[in-house]
């Protein structure tokens, strides 16, 4: 059983970096050019990875 509480932990943190790195590529898209899209992305960003985190921080506490 602890080798699935280890998985599930490395899944939680490789799916919120992924999110957050396939986040990241909005910026590269040249649709639009201006600051307030950058803002929004890096917000985006943020968001996800402090969910993350909060995932994390609870599933941890279980254990």
């Known amino acids: ?5 280890d998985l599930k ?3 939680i943190v490789l799916l ?3 999110v957050a ?3 990241s ?4 898209i040249e649709i639009f050019r ?3 899209r950058y803002f929004l992305v890096c917000m985006l ?6 969910f993350g ?3 994390f921080k609870k599933f941890l506490s279980k254990y």
């Open 45 to 50: 960003i943020l968001v996800e990875l402090v």
């Open 9 to 11: 932990i490395i899944s």
């Open 1 to 5: 059983m602890k080798k699935f509480d």
């Open 16 to 18: 919120t970096f992924g």
């Open 34 to 36: 201006n600051p307030v």
């Open 53 to 55: 985190y909060v995932i």
């Open 21 to 23: 790195i396939g986040t």
């Open 25 to 28: 590529l909005l910026l590269e």
